[in-house]
């Protein structure tokens, strides 16, 4: 399938969506919302993928929305924005919520400068690896707005409070550094490293049992808005299913025989 703006593709168990709009820092098209949702829906549902890689072509992640191409044709920035949020897509169906909802790992390798929106999407991933050339901007309030896709509810989460909010009221653009130490980037490697960095990963987590790797990401999902009780409950029910698997006996059958195990999604 065709992806506008984007560049789509799988290899080992690893599906890589890279945005592709480098003249513009991959600022995010009308297009590209539909787009990448599709195209992040597609590898979810994709039993030959194990992991998803989201990235940026050039030398940026994603530079926000595209106001320019959003808002230009309006004749001001209010019925640009009403326009965008009542017809352009369904909440639902938007990246940031389809990305929530992805059972697949994502990891995001970010390239370059992820500002706004983009800033939203690559947090809205499960694993950050940084470029040392990456810069992470919260600087909604310079444009007089809020995150709206997601920013909100997942800085507090990773950052804590109060400097969750040092970055979204003041604005703050971070280097990449700035970012590991706060624990937004689980880590930094020389740029000319990142394609390589980013596939050890995901070939690690490709060699994991699938079924299991998504079975803990609902749960560790569902645990942010639950209690502990709640939690070992439905850890239990998500139990049982995995037993019944072919990669369960395959697990540990290798542990017995004392080789690498080979796991079929099944």
Known sequence: ???????????DGIATITLNRPHALNAISLPMLASLSAALRDADTDSSVRVIVLTGAGRGFCAGLDLKEMF????????????????AFE??????????????????????????????????????????????????????ILPESGGTWLLPRLVGWAKATELVFR???????????LGLVNAVVPHEQLAAEVRTWATDIASNAPLAVQAAKRLMRLGLAESFEANVHHAYLALLPLFRSEDFQEGVRSFTEKRPPSFRGR
């Open 1 to 11: 399938m065709d992806y506008e703006d984007l560049i789509h593709e799988e290899a």
């Open 72 to 87: 230009g044709a309006a004749t001001d920035a209010h019925s640009g924005a009403l326009g965008l949020i009542s017809g």
């Open 91 to 144: 909440l639902q169906n938007s990246p940031p919520v389809v990305l929530h909802t992805t059972d697949k790992p994502v990891i995001c390798a970010l390239n370059g400068a992820a500002v706004g929106y983009g800033l939203d999407l690559a947090l809205g991933c499960d694993i950050r690896i940084a470029s040392e050339q990456a810069r992470l901007g919260a600087v909604f309030t310079r444009r007089g």
């Open 171 to 181: 604005g703050r653009m971070l280097d990449a550094q700035e970012a590991l130490a």
